[in-house]
């Protein structure tokens, strides 16, 4: 006889702590079979090539490996599409339903309601539970029941309901795991990678930085903010835990991990937005596109000092400082008029917290093409915004050592781009 288990499934909830779906399936008093399942388009056959988000992720990956060990499981690796390894473990054990984490990307509830189905086929129900956000899309509506895209009201009525909810995190019966020799999880060569600078540590917190998060966030050369993004994106660390910090200690933080579920439930509403700008008639916006300035801001080499110094710092480390992010954001879609979408998939590739919904969010913002976006006439001065946020030039001077020479020429003049910025934007907008 096949011995009963269920199966949780990890996807971006790399932690055993604090995992809804996790928990969930730890109570229902049967052994629990723990999976990670690796997309066969990621893995690397005949070279190994350098990945920082993947070496992260694996790292994460055997961090919980070892934590599992603690209560005589493993982390079970497969390279796969997840239905045929749901359907190889079927004919090993008499599977009682797979529990996971949702997500709230386009491609994750295509590829889940898809795979759904095709379990109830075999009999295996599939549940996957709300962990990644404190509120999703259907639970902050306006009260026609439409969505907002407006943060200031969001932000309003997710605060109103944080009063209405229990945040602790229940009590996971950890003794209820799948009982296993322990074996080390698939190695970062097996998959086609090479080890990079990245180190994954569990997160720890520093409530002093926290407490000061509203006064000093904004200034790139103090690294006055959490540099928590990584581990969200990974789900290294729980949300709840987040919050329960930040209501205790930082109102503004609050604000920023608001802004995190308010792109989540835009893109799951308006989910054209991954492609297309929110404000559609900004389709046939008239975007200058260069190429070779493209290459410049990609190389941290458009000879503005701020800019420079932001696109090196994600260059060389897979992190840009959010004040920063704006700034060369605004100067690639405004001064260089090139599209959003070009500086989206640079950061993408670069971000080691990179989020489909932030990203995306936050590049429309800037551009002026998204919900709630900065008005067409907010074009930031780089130099100006350097002044302000790194007065002593200590983050410039970081990134970009040659930055006091006074014969580096900049790609573009910048009071003239940004006069050419805003007459391309007012007249696109006039002629509606
Ligand atoms: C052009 C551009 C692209 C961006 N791309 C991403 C991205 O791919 N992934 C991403 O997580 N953030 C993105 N951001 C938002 C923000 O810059 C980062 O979340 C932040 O810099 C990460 O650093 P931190 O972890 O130290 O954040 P902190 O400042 O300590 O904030 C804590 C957390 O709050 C959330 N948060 C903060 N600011 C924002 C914001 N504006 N929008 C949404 N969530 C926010 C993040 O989860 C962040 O980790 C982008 C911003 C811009 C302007």
Same mark, same amino acid.
């Given at each position: 006889?096949?011995?009963?288990?269920?199966?949780?499934?990890?996807? #971006?909830?790399?932690? *055993? /702590?604090?995992?809804?779906?996790?928990?969930?399936?730890?109570?229902?008093?049967?052994?629990?079979?723990?999976?990670?399942?690796?997309?066969?388009? &990621?893995?690397?056959?005949?070279?190994?090539?350098?990945?920082?988000?993947?070496?992260?992720?694996?790292?994460?990956?055997?961090? !919980?490996?070892?934590?599992?060990?603690?209560?005589?499981?493993?982390?079970?690796?497969?390279?796969?599409?997840?239905?045929?390894?749901?359907?190889?473990?079927?004919?090993?054990?008499?599977?009682?339903?797979?529990?996971?984490?949702?997500?709230?990307?386009? /491609?994750?509830?295509?590829?889940?309601?898809?795979?759904?189905?095709?379990?109830?086929?075999?009999?295996?129900?599939?549940?996957? $539970?709300?962990?990644?956000?404190?509120?999703?899309?259907?639970?902050?509506?306006?009260?026609?029941?439409?969505?907002?895209?407006?943060?200031?009201?969001? /932000?309003?009525?997710?605060?109103?309901?944080?009063?209405?909810?229990? &945040?602790?995190?229940?009590?996971?019966?950890?003794?209820?795991?799948?009982?296993?020799?322990?074996?080390?999880?698939?190695?970062?060569?097996?998959?086609?990678?090479?080890?990079?600078? !990245?180190?994954? /540590?569990?997160?720890?917190?520093?409530?002093?930085?926290?407490?000061?998060?509203?006064?000093?966030?904004?200034?790139?050369?103090?690294?006055?903010?959490?540099?928590?993004?990584?581990?969200?994106?990974?789900?290294?660390?729980?949300?709840?835990?987040?919050?329960?910090?930040? *209501?205790?200690?930082?109102?503004?933080?609050?604000?920023?991990?608001?802004?995190?579920?308010?792109?989540?439930?835009?893109?799951?509403?308006?989910?054209?937005?991954?492609?297309?700008?929110?404000?559609?008639?900004?389709?046939?916006?008239?975007?200058?596109?260069?190429?070779?300035?493209?290459?410049?801001?990609?190389?941290?080499?458009?000879?503005?000092?701020?800019?420079?110094?932001?696109? #090196?710092?994600?260059?060389?480390?897979?992190?840009?400082?959010?004040?920063?992010?704006?700034?060369?954001?605004?100067?690639?879609?405004?001064?260089?008029?090139?599209?959003?979408?070009?500086?989206?998939?640079?950061?993408? $590739?670069? &971000?080691?917290?990179?989020?489909?919904?932030?990203?995306?969010?936050?590049?429309?913002?800037?551009?002026?093409?998204?919900?709630?976006? $900065?008005?067409?006439?907010?074009?930031?001065?780089?130099?100006?915004?350097?002044?302000?946020?790194?007065?002593?030039?200590?983050?410039?001077?970081?990134? !970009?050592?040659?930055?006091?020479?006074?014969? *580096?020429?900049?790609? !573009?003049?910048?009071?003239? $781009?940004?006069?050419?910025?805003?007459?391309?934007?007012?007249?696109? #907008?006039?002629?509606?």
């Amino acid at each position: 006889m096949k011995e009963k288990v269920l199966i949780f499934w990890f996807q #971006r909830d790399l932690r *055993i /702590a604090d995992n809804v779906g996790l928990a969930l399936a730890l109570a229902q008093g049967i052994p629990v079979y723990p999976v990670f399942i690796i997309d066969p388009t &990621l893995v690397h056959e005949h070279e190994c090539i350098e990945d920082r988000s993947i070496d992260y992720m694996h790292q994460a990956l055997v961090h !919980v490996n070892l934590n599992l060990k603690t209560y005589g499981s493993r982390l079970h690796g497969y390279i796969g599409k997840p239905l045929e390894v749901f359907q190889s473990l079927a004919e090993q054990f008499d599977i009682q339903g797979i529990y996971c984490n949702r997500d709230y990307e386009p /491609a994750y509830y295509q590829r889940i309601s898809i795979l759904k189905d095709q379990l109830q086929g075999t009999g295996i129900l599939l549940w996957d $539970a709300k962990d990644q956000v404190i509120f999703e899309q259907h639970d902050i509506l306006k009260k026609d029941g439409t969505p907002y895209s407006v943060y200031g009201a969001y /932000a309003r009525k997710w605060k109103e309901k944080l009063q209405t909810i229990q &945040l602790e995190a229940q009590p996971a019966a950890l003794t209820n795991f799948y009982q296993t020799e322990w074996q080390e999880f698939l190695s970062l060569r097996q998959l086609g990678y090479l080890k990079t600078d !990245v180190e994954f /540590a569990a997160y720890e917190w520093d409530e002093y930085q926290i407490s000061q998060y509203g006064d000093l966030r904004d200034f790139p050369g103090k690294g006055a903010t959490t540099r928590i993004g990584v581990a969200l994106r990974f789900g290294t660390i729980s949300i709840r835990q987040c919050v329960l910090k930040a *209501i205790n200690l930082s109102e503004v933080w609050l604000n920023e991990l608001i802004w995190r579920e308010f792109f989540k439930q835009i893109l799951y509403h308006f989910p054209d937005v991954e492609h297309q700008p929110f404000k559609k008639r900004f389709e046939t916006f008239p975007w200058r596109n260069n190429e070779e300035e493209f290459v410049c801001w990609c190389l941290g080499r458009t000879g503005i000092p701020m800019v420079d110094a932001g696109m #090196r710092e994600l260059n060389e480390t897979g992190f840009m400082h959010n004040r920063v992010r704006m700034i060369v954001a605004s100067f690639l879609c405004k001064h260089l008029l090139i599209d959003w979408r070009w500086g989206e998939a640079y950061f993408a $590739a670069k &971000l080691l917290d990179y989020d489909l919904s932030s990203n995306n969010g936050n590049w429309q913002w800037v551009a002026g093409t998204g919900c709630d976006a $900065a008005p067409f006439f907010r074009i930031f001065n780089p130099l100006v915004q350097a002044k302000r946020f790194d007065p002593d030039a200590v983050y410039v001077r970081r990134w !970009v050592p040659e930055w006091e020479q006074k014969d *580096i020429k900049p790609i !573009v003049d910048l009071q003239e $781009a940004s006069k050419r910025a805003l007459s391309v934007y007012r007249q696109f #907008r006039e002629s509606f």
